[in-house]
Nanobody
Framework: QVQLIESGGGSVQAGASLRLACAAS????????MGWFRQAPGKERDFVAA????????SYADSVKGRFTISEDNTKEMVYLQMNSLKPEDTAIYYC???????????????????WGQGTQVTVSS
């Protein structure tokens, strides 16, 4: 079973950048697809970005395309979310998630994920 720990959140001004990291222990040996989601107060947890186990397939929410980049390191046990040109509406708790899938599948549906990290707060002020 993979275990997930997020880090890298913080408080920034609009236009700034942050890089979130998700330590995914156990991912290297099994084909886990990974995703980033976010939840603002009083709202549902929304999809942000996802990457297949082999890194060959990536998907983004329309709201972050061109600003956010999901990536992984060559061990496959670190997954990152680079967030540029941050906006106040990006303020949320950000979660990484994992689910076993074929190596080339990317998963965007929150309900398919069965393992979640504890979340990291991102606050963007105007």
């Amino acid at each position: 079973q993979v275990q997930l720990i997020e880090s890298g959140g913080g408080s920034v001004q609009a236009g700034a950048s942050l890089r979130l990291a998700c330590a995914a222990s156990g991912r290297a040996s099994k084909s886990y697809a990974m995703g980033w989601f976010r939840q603002a107060p009083g709202k549902e947890r929304d999809f942000v970005a996802a990457i297949s186990w082999n890194g060959g397939h990536i998907s983004y929410a329309d709201s972050v395309k061109g600003r956010f980049t999901i990536s992984e390191d060559n061990t496959k046990e670190m997954v990152y979310l680079q967030m540029n040109s941050l906006k106040p509406e990006d303020t949320a708790i950000y979660y990484c998630a994992a689910v076993r899938r074929a190596i080339n599948l990317v998963v965007v549906n929150r309900r398919e994920y069965d393992t979640w990290g504890q979340g990291t707060q991102v606050t963007v002020s105007s």
